[in-house]
């Protein structure tokens, strides 16, 4: 169960920033006592694997900020933060942490199921991201895209610490979660409600 909500704290992550769970993952194994990685995913905190991680977050960071660059930017990473989903929850799920101890137990067979589940997680996440982005910056001329950036970078960042360290707590984020996108998802409804009855 720790396992699972682990691996699902950290897919979710990528799926607001494809690298911070990396790189989080990678510098509390090289640094840190609190996660051990599985050896097929100890190269994640290799120095220069965390050095390529670091950089990609500061062109992430610096492009998603910026209004109508930060939707461009959704279309490149609908490829990467999936794809960084599935490298979290495998590796996250997979290893040894401060409340996790036998992890071995969960994944026996079939590796490849943990990749597919962090995969369709950090999807769906980056896919509600994408969706919404681009109607609160239209709604506030641009000024929220450096705002709701700066928020998300920083669910990231807790999100993925809090899944190693305490994973329980991923299950308050992501009821907030859902309760965002379906706000979201009200919200734009509402604006197409509106569009259409002054269109007639």
Known sequence: MLELLTGTGLATAAGLNAYIPLLVIGMLDRYT??????????????????????????????ADKVPVVDSVNDVVQTVVRPTAGGMAFAAGSGSETVTVTDPSALWTQKLWIPIVIGLLIALTVHSTKAVARPVMNAATLGVAAPVVSTVEDGASASLSVVAIIIPFLVVVFLIGLVWWMVTVSRRRRQRRTVRALSEK
């Open 33 to 62: 006592n609190l996660i051990n990685l599985p050896s097929a995913w100890s190269w994640l905190s290799n120095g220069w694997v965390l050095l390529i991680l670091a950089v990609l977050l500061a062109i992430e960071f610096v």
